[in-house]
């Protein structure tokens, strides 16, 4: 099972950015496609980006798109998210994802079979 650890995260004033990091523990981090989901306080967990593993084709949920970007390095084994002009609406607990050769549809439909970071608080002071 790969091990996943979220960094990055802080606190910053609207239209500032940050960059988050996903360190995976696991050999052939390159099978894997990656994503990040977000959590705020009272909400259900969304999808934010999202990146295949073969092709590195990238993904983005509308209210992202244009802000964000994902990238990978299969050799450090890290994936990474810049988030610029950021948000109070931004503010949420940011988890990296992880699945083994699969969609990017299929990491956003059946969540349950991902494997999760713990989480890194982004917050976003108006």
């Known amino acids: 099972q790969v091990r996943l650890v979220e960094s990055g995260g802080g606190l910053v004033q609207a239209g500032g950015s940050l960059r988050l990091s996903c360190a995976a523990s696991?050999?052939?981090?390159?099978?894997?496609?990656m994503a990040w989901f977000r959590q705020a306080p009272g909400k259900e967990r969304e999808f934010v980006a999202a990146?295949?593993?073969?092709?590195?084709?990238?993904y983005y949920a509308d209210s992202v798109k244009g802000r964000f970007t994902i990238s990978r390095d299969d050799v450090m084994a890290r994936m990474y998210l810049q988030m610029n002009s950021l948000q109070p609406d931004d503010t949420a607990v940011y988890f990296c994802a992880a699945r083994y050769r699969t969609t990017i549809a299929t990491m956003v439909r059946e969540t349950d079979s991902n494997a999760w970071g713990q989480g890194t608080q982004v917050t976003v002071s108006a």
């Open positions: 990146i295949s593993w073969k092709g590195g084709a990238t």
């Open positions: 696991t050999l052939g981090f390159g099978s894997y496609a």
